[in-house]
C-alpha cells in the first residue's frame, strides 16, 4: 500500500468510524475500536446489534453519527462492506479503510469509480504503530 495514502488516513484530526465494532474484547472489532481510542483519535462506534461498547455509544449507521466521519474503517465481512459503498458516497465519506479480511473487490472499484481514498489488505492498528 501506498506509504503517503497510509499517512493521510493516519493524520490525528481526523475522525474515525469502526463498522463491525463489538464489545466482545477478543474480537478484532473491538480492538480497532479500543486501539484508536486509546491513541487519541476521535473514534465512533458504529454495529447495527448493540448499543454500546467501552461506556461508549454505539450507532446503527453511519448517517446516525453526530459529526461527518473522515475516515471508515471496515472489520465485517466482505457482503457487509459491499453493503456500505452507497452510503458512505451519500455521505460524502473521501476516506475508506478496509480491515484483512474485509475487503471487497467491488466495493475497491466502487470507491475508485467514486472518488473515494481506500486502504485495504493491511491492518490500522499494525500501520499505527509503524
Known amino acids: 500500500m501506498n506509504t503517503s495514502l497510509i499517512n493521510d488516513f493516519l493524520r490525528k484530526e481526523h475522525i474515525f468510524a469502526v463498522v463491525g465494532v463489538s464489545r466482545n474484547p477478543?474480537?478484532?472489532g473491538h480492538q480497532v475500536y479500543k486501539d484508536l481510542k486509546?491513541?487519541?483519535y476521535v473514534v465512533y462506534a458504529v454495529n447495527p446489534n448493540i448499543n454500546e461498547v467501552l461506556g461508549d455509544r454505539c450507532y446503527h449507521s453511519l448517517s446516525e453519527l453526530p459529526e461527518k466521519t473522515d475516515v471508515v474503517d471496515?472489520?465485517?465481512p466482505p457482503k457487509v462492506t459491499e453493503k456500505m459503498v452507497e452510503e458512505c458516497k451519500e455521505l460524502r465519506i473521501e476516506r475508506v479503510?478496509?480491515?484483512p479480511g474485509s475487503e471487497s473487490g467491488h466495493a475497491i472499484n466502487f470507491y475508485t469509480r467514486n472518488d473515494i481514498k481506500v486502504v485495504?489488505?493491511?491492518c490500522v492498528?499494525?500501520?499505527r504503530r509503524e
Request: proline share 0%; charged share 20%.
Open 26 to 28: 477478543a474480537k478484532y
Open 125 to 127: 492498528m499494525v500501520k
Open 97 to 99: 479503510w478496509m480491515q
Open 74 to 76: 471496515t472489520v465485517v
Open 38 to 40: 486509546e491513541a487519541g
Open 120 to 122: 485495504h489488505d493491511v
